[in-house]
């Protein structure tokens, strides 16, 4: 099954760095500067960082560990 997405929303596909499949599915250029395998390994590192202090704190402040403020 194909799907042809109209012009103005491929162009805006390819300037993000996406593209759409024959089926209408979009995903990432290779070379695509804004896909996450083409990053800096400062950005992925400092993501990571980023994801992980999310979590760990949200797992430190969850409302099972302190009944009290359970709502």
């Known amino acids: 099954m194909s799907k042809q997405l109209p012009p103005d929303v491929l162009e805006q596909l390819d300037?993000?760095?996406?593209?759409?499949?024959?089926?209408g599915r979009v995903?990432?250029?290779d070379d695509g500067p804004e896909h996450p395998k083409?990053?800096?390994?400062?950005?992925?590192i400092l993501d990571?960082?980023?994801i992980t202090l999310f979590v760990t704190v949200s797992w430190v402040f969850r409302a099972d560990r302190h009944p009290d403020t359970a709502c």
């Open 15 to 23: 300037k993000a760095g996406l593209y759409a499949d024959p089926d």
């Open 38 to 44: 083409n990053w800096s390994a400062g950005k992925k």
């Open 27 to 29: 995903d990432w250029r």
């Open 48 to 50: 990571t960082g980023v």
